[in-house]
């Protein structure tokens, strides 16, 4: 049974940083690539970042391009995300998924206060 389980969300003023986990099971996680996506309120799933699952080669959203960094631990089963300089338009919930699973996890809530 595929389970995404999203957590290190908060409130954290601008320009403050915060650290996503997501930790997976059901799949073999070392191959697998795995995306951050976020949803803010009245407003489409975005693309954040994506970090594939031999290589570790990253790929990041515009948005969060030189903000954020996507890492992976597979002694953990365990994708980050870091995120730095906070802005009030990351506020979102943010949801990992894996490549060619359909699960999404419950998503952790971001709050960035101006």
């Known amino acids: 049974q595929v389970q995404l389980v999203e957590s290190g969300g908060g409130l954290v003023q601008t320009g403050g940083s915060l650290r996503l986990s997501c930790t997976a099971s059901?799949?073999?996680?070392?191959?697998?690539?795995m995306k951050w996506y976020r949803q803010a309120p009245g407003k489409e799933r975005e693309f954040v970042a994506h970090?594939?699952?031999?290589?570790?080669?990253?790929y990041y959203g515009g948005s969060v391009k030189g903000r954020f960094t996507i890492s992976r631990d597979n002694t953990k089963n365990t994708v980050y995300l870091q995120m730095n300089d906070l802005k009030p338009e990351d506020t979102a919930v943010y949801y990992c998924?894996?490549?060619?699973?359909?699960?999404w996890g419950q998503g952790t809530q971001v709050t960035v206060s101006s």
């Open positions: 970090i594939t699952g031999i290589l570790n080669n990253t």
């Open positions: 059901g799949f073999t996680f070392a191959t697998t690539a």
């Open positions: 998924s894996a490549n060619g699973v359909d699960y």
